[in-house]
């Protein structure tokens, strides 16, 4: 069948627009005509063969739809189509660093992060450490660009995108080389589901966290908490050897035999520190692993939530079981439990995990013998249009010492009033503790769980979540936190380790320019 295409368009704009190496398209002019846009989108999905060239930027109600056809046109027509540069509204932009402006190709696939709308004033993408140094030595020339650094975007408490402002984006570093002796090389940019898999090729597994994109970069300069750390400790545990730049732009390798101070700090506060470039981790036998996720139901959810902290503290290292809820609904509350054994055999996994299934009304269950990797590969790939979140997310954090009656009672209290609807209690214990308190910067290692709670109204929020601070909680893991009062800074870092770390931040960075992160005021101002 033959179907006469036709575009309703000004055939002037239209010429101007496109060129067609088949000769002229068919077009035809009458009133609210396509924009010149949109017919480009049309034919680059119509014809391969189609160049176009665009006269102008879009036309759109909004910057962010702008940019969003842009978008769309590029991945529909990548090379074939050619827009207009804008001139950069900056004339001392850093030789031969790839950068993003509003309005580039890719821009916006670049903005937002997982959790995080943003629009930065510019973006810049170094794939070298010394293109790494010649952007800090941008953002240095402009303090009045908020700064923002960018690994794989799933940033929660680090402000990797922000309006206005400066982020250098690193996740074009994103290699993977598996060395001798269960070593492993990893680029910031690459994510755990990359490095799970190749590491699996190996018989090998390094602990991250429950969800496999997450970048290298953000989680192992903050701790990683995840289903392998009762058994190998927090990912920065498991860290040799790690490659920053610093913000003077100088190339450093911190580990156990240089710059030991530096590698302390990296490992718990490593975003105030520099730009880390490659990581050393040194990972463990890993094979098979039985992992499960349950659906229980429950009428009673303090009496469940009270149980499972009594299973959870009597599991084996190698069994790790996080649970989360939400609001209760017409008295019942559905709890997800997702956990992992470390072991292939069917048997132990039964034996683990039935305690954990007795704490409620077991509604669904699905259990496998996987390759770590697997699970790992369950988190979804990031297309070319790169991550969609929007606004600003409320999350809170606290390390609970030990699940008593009265934190499952006040717990219950605040699902039930409907100000959470992620509340989330992550299994630590075992090997986490193995670590001194004082050996890296990550020091609340003897907790029973990390809880976490995801919420709409940052006020409700608050105010339940600081109650919960005085009366339960010792501490907060950073990475789940996004409350900014100076308290917070406190409850990431004891005393004597906040000490410590505003004296390395007077050696290191006492310009602050990492700041998007828990930074902290080298001169105490923050107390
Ligand atoms: C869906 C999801 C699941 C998660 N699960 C877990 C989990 O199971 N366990 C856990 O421990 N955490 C978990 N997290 C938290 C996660 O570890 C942090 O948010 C982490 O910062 C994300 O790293 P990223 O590189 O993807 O983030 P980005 O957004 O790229 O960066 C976040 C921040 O990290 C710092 N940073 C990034 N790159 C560098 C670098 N190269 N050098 C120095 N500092 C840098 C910056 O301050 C930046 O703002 C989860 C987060 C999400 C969104």
Do not use: C
């Not at 396509?34 to 034919?43: E, G």
């Not at 920065?236 to 790690?242: E, G, N, W």
């Not at 008295?331 to 954990?356: A, H, K, N, W």
């Amino acid at each position: 069948m033959i179907m006469d295409q036709r575009i309703a368009l000004d055939p002037a704009t239209f010429a101007a627009a496109t060129t067609h190496l088949d000769g002229p398209a068919v077009l035809e002019d009458h009133e609210g005509g396509l924009d010149p846009w949109t017919a480009a989108v049309w034919l680059a999905a119509r014809d391969d063969n189609a160049r176009i060239t665009l006269p102008a930027a879009p036309a759109a109600v909004s910057p962010e739809m702008a940019d969003k056809a842009l978008d769309t046109l590029t991945a529909l027509a990548g090379t074939r189509v050619r827009v207009p540069g804008a001139p950069s509204r900056f004339d001392d932009l850093p030789d031969g660093v790839l950068k993003l402006e509003p309005g580039d190709p890719g821009y916006r696939g670049r903005s937002s992060t997982y959790m995080r709308g943003g629009r930065p004033a510019l973006i810049l993408r170094p794939r070298t450490p010394g293109e790494v140094a010649d952007a800090l030595a941008f953002a240095r020339r402009h303090p009045e660009l908020a700064l923002g650094l960018r690994s794989g975007g799933h940033g929660i408490s680090g402000r990797s995108t922000n309006t206005g402002g400066l982020i250098i984006d690193v996740g074009g570093l994103n290699s993977i080389e598996v060395l001798a002796n269960g070593h492993v090389r990893v680029g910031p940019g690459a994510t755990w589901k990359q490095v799970a898999a190749a590491l699996d090729k190996y018989d090998l597994a390094l602990g991250s966290g429950d969800y496999g994109g997450v970048g290298v970069g953000g989680l192992a300069t903050a701790g990683g908490i995840g289903f392998l750390s009762r058994e190998q400790g927090l990912t920065i545990d498991r860290l040799r050897a790690v490659e920053l730049v610093l913000a003077d732009g100088t190339p450093v390798r911190a580990s156990d035999d240089e710059n030991q101070e530096l590698f302390w700090a990296v490992r718990g506060a490593g975003a105030n520190f520099g730009v880390a470039t490659a990581f050393e981790f040194e990972a463990e036998a890993v094979t098979e692993v039985g992992w499960a996720q349950l659906a229980l139901v429950t009428q009673d959810l303090e009496e469940s939530m009270r149980q499972f902290g009594e299973v959870a503290r009597d599991a084996p290292r190698d069994t790790t079981v996080f649970w989360l809820t939400g609001q209760p609904r017409q008295g019942q509350s559905v709890i997800q439990m997702y956990g992992m054994v470390d072991s292939g055999d069917p048997d132990t996994i039964v034996e683990r995990l039935t305690p954990f299934a007795t704490t409620g009304l077991l509604a669904q269950q699905q259990v496998v013998v996987a390759r770590y990797a697997d699970v790992m590969a369950q988190a979804a790939d990031v297309g070319a249009e790169g991550h969609h979140g929007r606004g600003e997310p409320i999350s809170r954090s606290g390390f609970l010492p030990r699940l008593t009656d009265e934190f499952a009672r006040d717990a219950a209290e605040l699902l039930r009033s409907g100000t959470t609807f992620f509340f989330q209690l992550r299994h630590m214990g075992g090997a986490i503790a193995d670590t001194p308190s004082d050996a890296t910067a990550f020091a609340h290692r003897t907790p029973e769980f990390s809880v976490a709670a995801i919420g709409m109204d940052r006020q409700a929020l608050d105010e339940a979540w600081d109650r919960l601070m005085v009366r339960h909680f010792d501490g907060l893991y950073l990475s789940f936190e996004t409350d900014r009062r100076p308290e917070r800074l406190h409850d990431a870092f004891p005393p004597a380790t906040l000490e410590r770390l505003r004296e390395l931040k007077r050696r290191y960075d006492p310009g602050r320019l990492f700041r998007d992160n828990f930074p902290i005021d080298p001169q105490g101002e923050d107390r």
